[in-house]
């Protein structure tokens, strides 16, 4: 199989696995604010209630948890990829 049509068969999986990505990294996110701030859930940007400091370490910790949860589900599905058709997606 040419390195094109692996690319191309890439695509949707990679369409796929980042919809399944960001379901799982909102679902680790919120379960990780309940335990770190105690709180049921993480403020909004415009919570007039809530303080620039928790609203920026919500975000930050909600990139970073997206952030690897990404990675792991592109490169497991690179991964998948490479076995099924030999060649690695670029």
């Not at 303080?51 to 792991?72: D, K, N, Y």
Request: glycine content about 16%; charged content about 20%; hydrophobic content about 50%.
């Amino acid at each position: 199989m040419s390195r094109s049509i692996g690319k191309v068969a890439y695509r949707p999986v990679g369409v796929l696995l980042g919809i399944a990505a960001g379901t799982v990294a909102g679902a680790i996110f919120r379960q990780v604010w309940k335990v770190t701030a105690g709180d049921g859930e993480a403020p909004n940007a415009t919570d007039e209630d809530r303080g620039w400091g928790e609203i920026l370490a919500a975000a930050a910790l909600q990139g970073a948890i997206f952030a690897v949860v990404r990675a792991a589900v592109d490169r497991g599905g690179a991964v998948g990829v490479r076995r099924m058709t030999g060649h690695w997606p670029d």
